[in-house]
């Protein structure tokens, strides 16, 4: 586990949390796994049908540009 990957992740996720909270969801870091990043979105995110495109092409692209190591995010409920 390289942990300066995982607090790279935690302070970009971080810097996208009051975007989401300013909607009324959250972002919760749970864990970097095998170059997947796994994390769960909490308040009006939760079941929002905008959630894929959420975490695709805003969380997602975000990490990977911030951190190239990273090849997916993934959502666990």
């Known amino acids: 586990m390289d942990t ?6 935690k302070s970009t996720i971080e810097k996208m949390r009051p975007f989401l909270i ?7 870091y749970i ?5 997947i990043v796994y ?6 995110c939760q079941g929002c ?3 894929d495109i959420t975490i695709k092409e805003g969380i997602e692209q975000l990490l ?3 951190i ?3 090849k997916e995010v993934r959502n666990v409920s």
């Open 4 to 9: 300066n990957i995982e607090e790279k992740i």
């Open 22 to 28: 300013n909607d009324g969801g959250d972002l919760e």
């Open 31 to 35: 864990k970097y796994e095998d170059n």
């Open 39 to 44: 994390i769960k979105l909490k308040g009006a």
């Open 49 to 51: 049908p905008m959630m």
């Open 64 to 66: 990977v540009n911030e």
């Open 68 to 70: 190239p190591e990273i």
